[in-house]
């Protein structure tokens, strides 16, 4: 693409290069190089208990040399199953290291998920909670599964904390036992009676570094090829975008979950990468997050949409000091405008939306952090990703600028592919394209917005509706707090609008309000038909509202 054909290049702030001249260096040796230049410097805090850099690579060998002892070589998958605790890190560490490719898992998700995943990747070997040890072990025969570690959240704290902990773990189900089973470990005897002698084993940016699981939107989860290059290089690129942090000066907060691509690059490898401190996490609700900033003062947070509001709607709010917060990343949702306004107005820290998916390790597109910022957009294409938008029933035509057309992306940070699954790999990847299966426009500055997934238009009349732009509108209403919108059967129009509504504590309306709010506002075959108040909406593990189950739980009331 020439730069005509790249008109976001003009509003790079200064120092941001248009390419980036990668360093060939896998993320172990990232880690090993931080423990070099900032030893002594914080690399994990976990409630008050600390891991410096030089005591995290140690930990690292240790168990990089338990999983060699395990028979784990080169091209094995290994499977961690954990909230960010200081294990998920390391482990996760110390499969790359060893030549192994991580599986992450969500915590969350059913055993036949699990099962699924642990199945779909071959993974030999477990990483897990205490809390979900029994469920594990009764699993693993349905796996190629032969060990299983586990940790506890009580195995690193600081004092008091980690004398406290026992005598109250397990009546506030922070803790269980693990029933007797063979190849079942405890996680700090193994390091504890382990040297860290870890082999030599050489990596290069074309081996595959893990295997990154779908939200499976289209029916299993998919389960995305990252190499080691993509993984690294993607780093590279989010620290090209932000060149006025400094390394070894700033602390993270590690709030978004390391199992989730977005907060493994943003919030734990781009960590490692500067040299940066990293605030641990788990459960990343408001009150703990707000804990979090008021007690070590993280200085940048990678969040969603749902972590942003879900602080200013706390009480706690009114009793934290926000103001040691510099910079914020934005991802997996639209942040609604005055959602930013507040919370940059708190903290004096400026917040800029990106995007990004699985399938490209994952950030593609962010704001400029000092220049133009325009709300409501994606931003533009980070340095070496090139976007194109192209129509969404002929993938060979681009489509005109400012109409909508189905995001297309190519750069280094883009998947090998599916794993098992060629015919979805052809679909997705298409002459190097990454074809996202998001709607998308871009204005003439290349701005990008995306207004909705393909798979998420409703048809009514005959006409395109982008259930985005109704959701937008309800957040502009000064009584809502969150707003989802679906297509629901209609016996002449195909598909009608109905939208599910939680309202800000307090707060009182009507469905008839709210529709008379959008008159005038939306075209009339957009006006929602149907309101539906909540106390909450479904949401994955890092806040995105699940549209598709609300969808689903109508289609079973129909069924009903």
């Known amino acids: 693409?020439?730069?005509?054909?790249?008109?976001?290049?003009?509003?790079?702030?200064?120092?941001?290069?248009?390419?980036?001249?990668?360093?060939?260096?896998?993320l172990p040796d990232v880690l090993d190089r931080a423990a070099e230049m900032f030893p002594d410097n914080m690399a994990l805090l976990f409630q008050g208990y600390q891991l410096t850099y030089r005591e995290l690579k140690d930990m690292v060998d240790r168990f990089a040399t338990v999983l060699v002892g395990f028979g784990i070589k080169k091209g094995?998958?290994?499977?961690?199953?954990?909230?960010?605790?200081?294990?998920?890190?390391?482990?996760?560490y110390a499969i790359l290291k060893i030549g192994g490719i991580a599986v992450m898992n969500n915590p969350l998700y059913s055993d036949r998920e699990l099962g699924h995943q642990f199945k779909d990747s071959e993974a030999k070997l477990l990483i897990t909670l205490d809390l979900l040890g029994n469920r594990m072990i009764d699993l693993r025969?349905?796996?190629?599964?032969?060990?299983?570690?586990?940790?506890?959240?009580?195995?690193?704290?600081?004092?008091?904390?980690?004398?406290?902990?026992?005598?109250?773990?397990?009546?506030?189900?922070?803790?269980?036992?693990?029933?007797?089973?063979?190849?079942?470990?405890?996680?700090?005897?193994?390091?504890?009676?382990?040297?860290?002698?870890?082999?030599?084993?050489?990596?290069?940016?074309?081996?595959?570094?893990?295997?990154?699981?779908t939200g499976g939107t289209t029916g299993v989860?998919?389960?995305?090829?990252?190499?080691?290059?993509?993984?690294?290089?993607?780093?590279?690129?989010d620290a090209a975008w932000f060149p006025g942090f400094e390394k070894g000066e700033e602390i993270m907060l590690?709030?978004?979950?390391?199992?989730?691509?977005?907060?493994?690059?943003?919030?734990?490898?781009?960590?490692?990468?500067?040299?940066?401190?990293?605030?641990?996490?788990?459960?990343?609700?408001?009150?703990?997050?707000?804990?979090?900033?008021?007690?070590?003062?993280?200085?940048f947070a990678p969040l969603v949409p749902a972590m942003f509001v879900g602080m200013l709607n706390h009480p706690d709010i009114k009793k934290t000091d926000m103001t040691c917060l510099k910079g914020?990343?934005?991802?997996?949702?639209?942040?609604?405008?005055?959602?930013?306004?507040?919370?940059?107005?708190?903290?004096?820290?400026?917040?800029?939306?990106?995007?990004?998916?699985?399938?490209?390790?994952?950030?593609?597109?962010?704001?400029?952090?000092?220049?133009?910022?325009?709300?409501g957009s994606i931003g533009i294409p980070i340095p070496d990703t090139y976007c194109r938008l192209v129509d969404v029933e002929d993938s060979e035509k681009e489509v005109p600028l400012g109409e909508r057309g189905e995001l297309a992306i190519k750069g280094p940070q883009v998947m090998k592919g599916y794993r098992n699954m060629p015919e979805e790999t052809a679909m997705t990847l298409r002459d190097g394209w990454l074809h996202t299966g998001d709607i998308a426009t871009m204005d003439?500055?290349?701005?990008?917005?995306?207004?909705?997934?393909?798979?998420?238009?409703?048809?009514?009349?005959?006409?395109?509706?982008?259930?985005?732009?109704?959701?937008?509108?309800?957040?502009?209403?000064?009584?809502?707090?969150?707003?989802?919108?679906?297509?629901?059967?209609?016996?002449?129009?195909?598909?009608?609008?109905?939208?599910?509504?939680?309202?800000?504590?307090?707060?009182?309306?009507?469905?008839?309000?709210?529709?008379?709010?959008?008159?005038?506002?939306?075209?009339?075959?957009?006006?929602?038909?149907?309101?539906?108040?909540?106390?909450e909406l479904p949401k994955t593990n890092v806040g995105k509202i699940l549209r598709k189950a609300l969808r689903a739980e109508r289609m079973e009331k129909r069924k009903a």
């Open 76 to 92: 094995d998958s290994v499977a961690i199953l954990l909230p960010n605790l200081i294990p998920c890190v390391v482990a996760f």
């Open 141 to 213: 025969p349905q796996t190629s599964l032969k060990q299983i570690i586990y940790t506890s959240i009580g195995d690193y704290l600081p004092f008091p904390k980690n004398l406290l902990f026992p005598l109250v773990a397990k009546k506030k189900k922070l803790a269980a036992d693990v029933k007797s089973a063979p190849d079942v470990y405890k996680w700090k005897k193994l390091i504890a009676g382990t040297e860290s002698k870890p082999p030599r084993v050489s990596l290069s940016y074309d081996d595959v570094a893990m295997y990154q699981y």
């Open 444 to 535: 003439e500055e290349g701005y990008f917005y995306i207004v909705d997934r393909k798979k998420d238009m409703i048809i009514s009349g005959g006409c395109n509706v982008y259930p985005r732009d109704i959701d937008e509108v309800f957040y502009e209403h000064p009584k809502v707090k969150e707003a989802c919108a679906i297509g629901i059967p209609h016996p002449t129009r195909g598909e009608a609008i109905k939208a599910f509504v939680v309202l800000k504590e307090g707060e009182t309306a009507t469905a008839e309000e709210m529709i008379e709010f959008c008159r005038g506002k939306l075209a009339v075959y957009k006006l929602p038909t149907e309101i539906e108040f909540r106390a």
């Open 254 to 299: 590690g709030a978004l979950p390391f199992f989730h691509v977005f907060g493994l690059t943003t919030a734990m490898n781009f960590a490692i990468y500067m040299g940066w401190g990293d605030i641990l996490v788990p459960k990343p609700q408001p009150e703990p997050l707000l804990e979090a900033i008021r007690k070590f003062k993280p200085t």
């Open 328 to 375: 914020c990343f934005s991802g997996s949702a639209p942040l609604p405008v005055e959602v930013i306004r507040e919370f940059e107005e708190m903290t004096g820290a400026v917040i800029v939306e990106g995007y990004g998916l699985t399938e490209s390790s994952p950030v593609t597109h962010v704001n400029p952090f000092q220049g133009r910022r325009k709300v």
């Open 221 to 237: 989860s998919k389960g995305a090829i990252l190499t080691h290059g993509n993984l690294a290089k993607n780093v590279q690129q």
């Open 1 to 26: 693409m020439t730069a005509a054909e790249r008109p976001w290049l003009k509003f790079y702030e200064q120092g941001v290069p248009e390419g980036v001249e990668y360093e060939e260096i896998c």
